[in-house]
Each structure stands twice: as structure tokens, then as C-alpha cells.
């Protein structure tokens, strides 16, 4: 038998397991306690983010044979079991991606007339739900309107925008929010911990980012990682897979850049290429880098607010390099990166253009605003200055 994937052994079985969405589980065990269950739910947000976890677990709620109600789902009854374990038929689970026509939606409103063969509702989570016909989508409409009493859908989907108003006016709706990467780490430590395995801090902080804020993302790459074998993951092994950057050289980067060091700079960017980095790789992750430089500099109070995936540690880190930049300068550096980011796609020598773009950069930052780097209000370039532009500027 093969081996269960780590990200399904470790899926969520209570509400308190789903990490970042305290705002969806909440609610959700607000309306389980006071028996005001919708009859038709709406998950938006990001991929990987809970929405199919979070109804799975709602199913198991709902129909829970555990009289309190407040420890459902509990995992013990032979309900819950029968989910955990996939034996359950009346949670039905469909993929629209797959099953997106108005026949395979028509075979739904026939079946959901017939009463649940084993637990108290039939939920049926229809996932990617955005990829349903617009004929689909009328047949699946006249079901919200006039639900039979035990059954409850619900709808997951990354791209609600392409959901008709009609069907949206059916559901309740909740937004799921990217996981902040500090909360990830958390996770992935102790998924670690309980596994009997390790990790260096940097190479979990690293494996959080690439996820972008998705938690089943970052526990697939962490899988994938423990298949070398090793019993701590290394910094070095997730960027072999990954090909991502370490923060440290990228942090290094900026400090020759509020250094005015374009020799240094230039040379870090050589010595990355010989190592086989990805250099457009390297241009987004400065540019990501950049822009957390930017809003500790612009951003007064609530900078800690926006950058909550930083530790105090590099926020203090970041905040040292913003107070040497001018934010024009700042915002010029960004633009002209971002730019070569989407140049290198197609060009003839992508180092080339990065490096372009880098000496563009550390000119724009040698000459700031008349106010300066430690101005109070730093001011964004007037007509003027704008006509003096380096050539590398966009």
C-alpha cells in the first residue's frame, strides 16, 4: 500500500486545527451551537488555504452523533470516523474542474431528493465551482432556491468573480485569508516534532514563503523534502527544490544598496548566476524584499500591521535598511526591478537586464529627494527630477 501523503495525514479534524481562519471557524461554531445552519455555503480565498478541510469538517459537524454540542466534531462516533476514513456516502464530494456540464449537474438535483443513507445530512462540496457551465449553473440554481430540509452544499472556489450573482445571492459566504508565515512555520514545526523529524529554522521560514500563504503547499514541500532522507531539512535542500534565494543574500543585496555599493552588488549578482540561481527568481524575491523596505518606511504605525509575516528580528532588520533609503528612491528601485523581472522572460541575456536595472537602482538611491533619507515626510520626485533619470530608469 502506498504511503499516505503527509498534507492528507495531517489535514484538519477540528475546528481548531484550521490555522489562519479563526474568522470562518468561528462563525461556523457560533451557527452549529445556535441551529442556524445555512443551507448553502460560498469558501473563497487562495488554494490551499482550508476551504475543502473547513468543509469536510463542517460535514462532520453537522451531523456529529456527540450530544454537545460545543465538542463537535468530535472524531469518536462512527459519523466522524466514517469521514475521516472516506466511507462516508453521504458527504459527496465533486470536482467541477471535471464534472463541470449540465448532465453531471442534473444527476445531482435528481439524487438530492432521496434522504441521507447514514448520517442526519447529505453535503455535497462542489470544488472549484467557478469551472461550472453557465447551463450548470441554472440547474444547479433551481436546487439553492428550493433545498430539500437534509441537504447542505458547499461551494469552494479560488475565483468567485466568475460565480453568477444569482448563485451567490443563495450562499453565505466566507473569504478565506492567507496563512501569515510565521503561523506556518508554527505548523510545520510541530507537524515535524510529531513525525520525529527536524528542520532548520531558515529552511522552514523559506518552504513558509514559497507557499504563499498556503498551509497545503507548504506541508506538500515539506513532504517532498523529507524524501531525501535526512532527518533535518536543511536551508541548502530547500532551495535545491525550490530554487529560491536564501533571505540573508537577498538582505545582503539591499544593504549594498543602501551602501551605494554597485560593485558589491554586481558581484553578489555574478556569484549567484555561477551558482545556478534562478535570476529572475532572484529579481522577484528583491522585489518582494523592496516593497517590505518600503512599507516599513512609509507605513509609521501600521508597518507591523502589514508585515506581519516578519519576526521582530527582521522587522528590526528591515526597519535599519529603510531608514537609509530615501522612499522615492525606494519606489524607483522597486519599479525598475519589477520591470526587469517581467523583461528577462524573453531576453537574449536575462543577467544582463537584472543587472541593468540593479545599477539603475543604486544610481536613483545615490541621489535623493532634496529632503533626504532622513527626512520626516520623504517626497515622492517632482517633474523636474524626473526628467533627470538614470537611462535604466522606468
Given at each position: 500500500?502506498?504511503?499516505?501523503?503527509?498534507?492528507?495525514?495531517?489535514?484538519?479534524?477540528?475546528f481548531?486545527?484550521?490555522?489562519?481562519?479563526?474568522?470562518?471557524?468561528?462563525?461556523l461554531?457560533?451557527?452549529?451551537?445556535?441551529?442556524?445552519v445555512?443551507?448553502?455555503?460560498?469558501f473563497?480565498?487562495?488554494?490551499?488555504t482550508?476551504?475543502?478541510?473547513?468543509a469536510?469538517l463542517?460535514?462532520?459537524?453537522?451531523?456529529?452523533?456527540?450530544?454537545?454540542?460545543?465538542?463537535?466534531?468530535?472524531?469518536?462516533?462512527?459519523?466522524?470516523?466514517?469521514?475521516?476514513?472516506?466511507?462516508?456516502?453521504?458527504?459527496?464530494?465533486?470536482?467541477?474542474a471535471?464534472?463541470?456540464?449540465?448532465?453531471?449537474?442534473r444527476?445531482?438535483?435528481?439524487?438530492?431528493?432521496?434522504?441521507?443513507?447514514?448520517?442526519?445530512?447529505?453535503?455535497?462540496?462542489?470544488?472549484?465551482?467557478?469551472?461550472?457551465?453557465?447551463?450548470?449553473?441554472?440547474a444547479?440554481?433551481?436546487?439553492?432556491?428550493?433545498?430539500?430540509?437534509?441537504?447542505?452544499?458547499?461551494?469552494?472556489?479560488?475565483?468567485?468573480h466568475?460565480?453568477?450573482?444569482?448563485?451567490?445571492?443563495?450562499?453565505?459566504?466566507?473569504?478565506?485569508r492567507?496563512?501569515?508565515?510565521?503561523?506556518?512555520v508554527?505548523?510545520?514545526?510541530?507537524?515535524?516534532?510529531?513525525?520525529?523529524?527536524?528542520?532548520?529554522?531558515?529552511?522552514l521560514?523559506?518552504?513558509?514563503?514559497?507557499?504563499?500563504?498556503g498551509?497545503?503547499?507548504a506541508?506538500?514541500?515539506?513532504?517532498?523534502?523529507?524524501?531525501?532522507g535526512s532527518?533535518?531539512?536543511?536551508?541548502?535542500?530547500?532551495q535545491?527544490?525550490?530554487?529560491?534565494?536564501?533571505?540573508?543574500?537577498?538582505?545582503?543585496?539591499?544593504?549594498?544598496?543602501?551602501?551605494?555599493?554597485?560593485?558589491?552588488?554586481?558581484?553578489?549578482?555574478?556569484?549567484?548566476?555561477?551558482?545556478?540561481?534562478?535570476?529572475?527568481?532572484?529579481?522577484?524575491?528583491?522585489?518582494?524584499?523592496?516593497?517590505?523596505?518600503?512599507?516599513?518606511?512609509?507605513?509609521?504605525?501600521?508597518?507591523?500591521?502589514?508585515?506581519?509575516?516578519?519576526?521582530?528580528?527582521?522587522?528590526?532588520?528591515?526597519?535599519?535598511?529603510?531608514?537609509?533609503?530615501?522612499?522615492?528612491?525606494?519606489?524607483?528601485?522597486?519599479?525598475?526591478?519589477?520591470q526587469?523581472?517581467?523583461e528577462?522572460?524573453?531576453?537574449?541575456?536575462?543577467?544582463?537586464?537584472?543587472?541593468?536595472?540593479?545599477?539603475?537602482?543604486?544610481?536613483?538611491v545615490?541621489?535623493?529627494?532634496?529632503?533626504?533619507?532622513g527626512?520626516?515626510?520623504?517626497?515622492?520626485?517632482?517633474?523636474?527630477?524626473?526628467?533627470?533619470?538614470?537611462p535604466?530608469?522606468?
Open positions: 500500500m502506498a504511503a499516505q501523503a503527509l498534507y492528507r495525514r495531517w489535514r484538519s479534524q477540528t481548531d486545527e484550521v490555522v489562519g481562519q479563526e474568522h470562518v471557524t468561528q462563525t461554531r457560533n451557527a452549529l451551537r445556535d441551529g442556524r445555512s443551507h448553502a455555503y460560498l473563497t480565498g487562495p488554494r490551499g482550508g476551504k475543502t478541510s473547513t469536510r463542517l460535514a462532520k459537524a453537522v451531523n456529529c452523533e456527540n450530544p454537545d454540542l460545543g465538542q463537535r466534531p468530535c472524531n469518536a462516533c462512527a459519523i466522524c470516523q466514517a469521514i475521516t476514513g472516506g466511507a462516508l456516502l453521504d458527504l459527496i464530494e465533486i470536482d467541477a471535471s464534472n463541470r456540464g449540465i448532465d453531471e449537474i444527476d445531482l438535483r435528481d439524487k438530492v431528493h432521496f434522504s441521507p443513507s447514514q448520517a442526519r445530512f447529505k453535503v455535497y462540496v462542489i470544488d472549484e465551482v467557478h469551472m461550472l457551465t453557465p447551463e450548470a449553473f441554472n444547479l440554481l433551481k436546487t439553492l432556491e428550493e433545498p430539500p430540509p437534509h441537504v447542505i452544499f458547499v461551494l469552494a472556489t479560488t475565483e468567485p466568475k460565480i453568477p450573482d444569482t448563485v451567490l445571492s443563495r450562499c453565505q459566504r466566507f473569504d478565506f492567507r496563512i501569515p508565515t510565521y503561523r506556518i508554527e505548523r510545520l514545526s510541530y507537524i515535524l516534532e510529531q513525525e520525529g523529524r527536524s528542520a532548520e529554522p531558515a529552511a521560514e523559506m518552504i513558509a514563503r514559497s507557499a504563499e500563504g498551509m497545503r503547499d506541508i506538500s514541500l515539506t513532504d517532498q523534502l523529507l524524501s531525501y532527518d533535518v531539512i536543511t536551508e541548502q535542500q530547500v535545491a527544490v525550490r530554487g529560491t534565494i536564501s533571505g540573508q543574500a537577498i538582505s545582503q543585496l539591499v544593504d549594498h544598496l543602501a551602501a551605494d555599493d554597485a560593485a558589491s552588488g554586481l558581484g553578489l549578482i555574478n556569484q549567484m548566476s555561477e551558482e545556478g540561481i534562478d535570476l529572475r527568481q532572484l529579481a522577484l524575491q528583491l522585489v518582494a524584499y523592496l516593497r517590505t523596505v518600503l512599507v516599513s518606511r512609509v507605513g509609521g504605525q501600521q508597518a507591523r500591521a502589514i508585515l506581519v509575516d516578519l519576526s521582530e528580528a527582521q522587522l528590526a532588520a528591515v526597519q535599519a535598511q529603510a531608514s537609509q533609503i530615501d522612499a522615492a528612491a525606494l519606489t524607483a528601485a522597486v519599479r525598475m526591478l519589477n526587469a523581472s517581467q528577462m522572460r524573453d531576453a537574449a541575456q536575462p543577467q544582463l537586464v537584472l543587472e541593468l536595472a540593479w545599477l539603475g537602482a543604486v544610481a536613483r545615490a541621489a535623493p529627494t532634496s529632503q533626504g533619507a527626512a520626516s515626510a520623504p517626497a515622492l520626485p517632482s517633474s523636474g527630477e524626473s526628467a533627470k533619470t538614470t535604466w530608469q522606468s
